[in-house]
């Protein structure tokens, strides 16, 4: 383990494939600083070890070794690979390549993770929620929006909602945060239109206050509106 830690310090990626090897050994201890070495002297061929043990099938310490040195991998091509992983494949090695993009502040990946919030797979769809909530700037929270008013999975909802009020909170200016949210509350009905409404309290605007103020007349808003 010690060798390990002195490889990765080193940070010459030559040794990415003898740390890769570890990855795999019989001691808890030893693969544990494989995976942490990788983060710091990884080479692209790292990409698929750090996904297989950042699944949730893994020890949780592995898991949250291998998300961190995800994140901190210094390797030009590693998020195209990240992207290509995210595509389709293992539902699990997806989500955490997802997850990747999104901790390594890829906002390239933005319009990709959109699509996949819109996935046939339930685990897919609500870690790419999760990744939008992280990574999605105000400019794409109309689309982010219609997730919440018109989600593939009614469940999905409370998932895209918490995303949208991360997305909104990157947009400085009040009116402009409500603008995007009084556009959705046009055509919302039910559950989406109480998800919406309560996305305008988190705008701040005058104009949303009276969108607010206006649901308190509507018998079945009146708990979003509060």
């Given amino acids: 383990a010690l060798m390990l830690r002195a490889l990765g310090a080193r940070g010459d990626t030559a040794a990415s494939a003898a740390?890769?090897?570890e990855a795999s050994h019989g001691d808890v201890g030893v693969r544990l600083a494989a995976l942490e070495a990788l983060g710091l002297a990884g080479d692209v061929s790292?990409?698929?070890?750090l996904l297989a043990a950042a699944t949730p099938d893994?020890?949780?310490g592995?898991?949250?070794v291998a998300r961190a040195s995800l994140k901190h991998l210094a390797v030009p091509t590693a998020d195209a690979l990240l992207r290509r992983l995210s595509v389709g494949g293992v539902?699990?090695?997806r989500v955490e390549a997802i997850r990747a993009l999104a901790s390594?502040?890829?906002t390239a990946a933005v319009a990709d993770i959109l699509a996949y919030a819109?996935?046939?797979d339930d685990t897919v769809r609500r870690g790419s929620l999760e990744a939008l909530g992280v990574l999605a700037a105000g400019s794409v929270a109309p689309t982010v929006i219609d997730l919440v008013v018109n989600p593939a999975d009614p469940a999905d909802r409370p998932a895209a909602e918490t995303a949208a009020g991360s997305v909104l909170a990157r947009i400085a200016d009040p009116e402009e945060r409500a603008r995007p949210v009084l556009a959705a509350l046009r055509g919302a009905r039910g559950e989406g239109r109480s998800a919406v409404i309560r996305l305008l309290g988190k705008a701040g605007s005058p104009s949303a206050l009276v969108a607010v103020q206006a649901a308190l007349d509507e018998p079945d808003q009146r708990d979003a509106a509060v």
Avoid: W
């Fill in 19 to 21: 740390i890769e090897a």
């Fill in 46 to 49: 790292a990409i698929p070890v």
């Fill in 58 to 60: 893994t020890d949780g």
């Fill in 62 to 64: 592995e898991r949250t």
């Fill in 91 to 93: 539902k699990a090695i």
């Fill in 104 to 106: 390594r502040g890829c």
């Fill in 118 to 120: 819109r996935d046939r």
